[in-house]
């Protein structure tokens, strides 16, 4: 049987790997087997603004200042640890400009089913 | 082969397999165990500058004469951002599941049941209510 622990620490290791976010102008539709955004805004890369370790929780929030994708439409973005995605969301597209800050908070959530 | 040859064979075969079998296959519990990663909603929010002060902007840089992308007197700090606005709620495959492990996308304003984030429940008794809020959003 998969221990508490040991599932606690499965989720420790995510929450421990994931690092950054990535933003792009992709209007494809997201596929499992897609490797992350597909067309990235440069300079989107960057660090998670936060992200929070609760029970079989993590919440990660990535922030795209009044300085990143001025002038994009934002479409896509990712969760990663720096190289590799653990997800791709896209969604209608968001106009960037430099008077707004854009912020998109990401949730998952773990479980052991018996 | 004669009949007396088979029925020698029958009578081996019989021999061979003696009494009833009284050993037992032994089975073994196997718990199938399945750990599952779920994505939630995400929830898109824009937070417009207004007359807070940016350093580096090209509107709101400026102190002094110049007014904020709201047409405002620009201040320090954070005192004049819009506040953050939700502009999008995204449901992985277009599906929402509620859980009740947050309160996040409950409607206060209209819910009357109660909501445990704890037992993960919902409980609606007569003449009460749970609203979900902008579930969807894009």
Known sequence: MILDIGFNELVEDVYDDISNGEAGTSTTLFDKNQTGV????????????????????????????????????????????????????????????????????????????? | MTIQQMAGSI????????????????????????????????????????????LGHP?????????????EQIVLGEAGRSGETVVRVVNPNNTFREHFRDDDFIDTGNSTGSLNTTDKSATTTVDTSSWGEIITLS
Not at chain 1, 67 to 87: D, H, K, P, R
Not at chain 2, 35 to 44: G, H, K, L, M, Y
Not at chain 2, 45 to 52: A, F, L, P
């Open chain 1, 38 to 114: 597909i067309s990235s805004i440069g300079s989107t890369d960057i660090a998670l603004s936060t992200k929070v370790l609760a029970t079989k929780r993590i919440n990660a929030t990535y922030v795209l200042d009044t300085t990143l994708a001025n002038s994009n439409t934002v479409t896509e973005y990712e969760i990663n640890n720096g190289s590799i995605a653990y997800n791709r969301c896209t969604k209608a597209g968001v106009a960037k400009t430099s008077n707004d800050e854009l912020t998109m908070i990401h949730t998952w959530d773990f479980q052991v089913i018996i």
């Open chain 2, 11 to 54: 009578q081996d075969t019989r021999d061979n397999i003696g009494s009833r079998d009284s050993t037992r296959n032994p089975i073994l519990k196997r718990n199938a165990e399945l750990i599952q990663i779920e994505e939630n909603s995400t929830v898109i929010k824009t937070n417009t500058i207004g007359h807070s002060f940016i």
């Open chain 2, 59 to 71: 509107t709101n840089g400026v102190l002094g004469t110049a007014n904020g992308v709201d047409g």
